[in-house]
């Protein structure tokens, strides 16, 4: 099945900073999709991107279908913004159709 | 809020028990997915249904089985329980139009523990 890598596993940061997110993906997709787990353990969608740039306040993110890669920008962050950021791909077709696999995530922590 | 509704929220009980998750999917969305997280597995889907019919399976355990009701509400009913299973469980839904799952929201969790 599809293989998805995120990277960095850990990020730490002072508020006000920016930080990039990676995404890498092993196979053609048709949904790639952004979430931020909050402490509750609640999957907030962020973006859904399978292609293109989306922006959405401080947050952006790009995804490079042809190069197999999606980043997310981080922008002057809160500790709200404080998580488990994920990122989840389904595959164009046969056996992954339909499922999201997801990365193991990035683990973001803002320090006031 | 996702508009996808899961109940309980908690659920503790002992091995060996049966349990039954349910999921309202979104108002209109036809397809619905569980997945399992937990600390050493990570996010794992387990099965995806679609206006009734199952759709495709993930890594869902034979003890394990779902179904998806004419309302399209959903429920996932886990039997023989093991310490293992302790996980939050999520529900999600999807429109599914065109051939294509589109963006999926996800419901707030079931968080099982086994003791």
């Known amino acids: 099945g599809i293989q998805v890598e995120q990277s960095p596993p850990d990020l730490i940061l002072q508020e006000g900073a920016n930080s990039t997110l990676r995404c890498n993906f092993s196979?053609?997709?048709?949904?790639l999709q952004w979430f931020h787990q909050n402490p509750w353990g609640q999957l907030i969608n962020l973006f859904y991107?399978?292609?293109g740039t989306k922006q959405n306040g401080r947050l952006s993110a790009t995804t490079v279908a042809t190069e197999r890669y999606s980043l997310l920008y981080i922008s002057s962050s809160q500790t709200t913004d404080s998580g488990v950021y994920f990122c989840a791909v389904a595959g164009a077709g046969g056996t992954s159709y339909g499922k999201l696999t997801f990365g193991q995530g990035t683990i973001l922590t803002v320090h006031p | 809020d996702s508009g996808v509704t899961q109940t309980p929220k908690h659920l503790i009980t002992a091995t060996g028990q049966r349990v039954t998750l349910r999921c309202s999917p979104r108002?209109?969305?036809?397809?619905v997915y569980w997945y399992q997280q937990s600390l050493d597995q990570g996010l794992q889907f387990l099965i995806q249904?679609?206006?009734?019919?199952?759709?495709a399976k993930g890594n869902i355990l034979e003890r394990f089985s779902a179904q998806q009701f004419p309302d399209l509400h959903s429920e996932l009913n886990l039997s023989s329980l093991e310490l293992g299973d302790s996980a939050l469980y999520f529900c999600?839904?999807?429109?599914?139009?065109?051939?294509?799952?589109?963006?999926?929201?996800f419901g707030e969790g079931s968080r099982l523990t086994v003791l």
């Open positions: 196979d053609s997709v048709n949904n």
């Open positions: 991107i399978p292609s």
């Open positions: 999600a839904s999807s429109a599914h139009i065109g051939g294509n799952t589109g963006e999926l929201f």
């Open positions: 249904y679609y206006n009734g019919e199952e759709r």
């Open positions: 108002s209109g969305d036809l397809s």
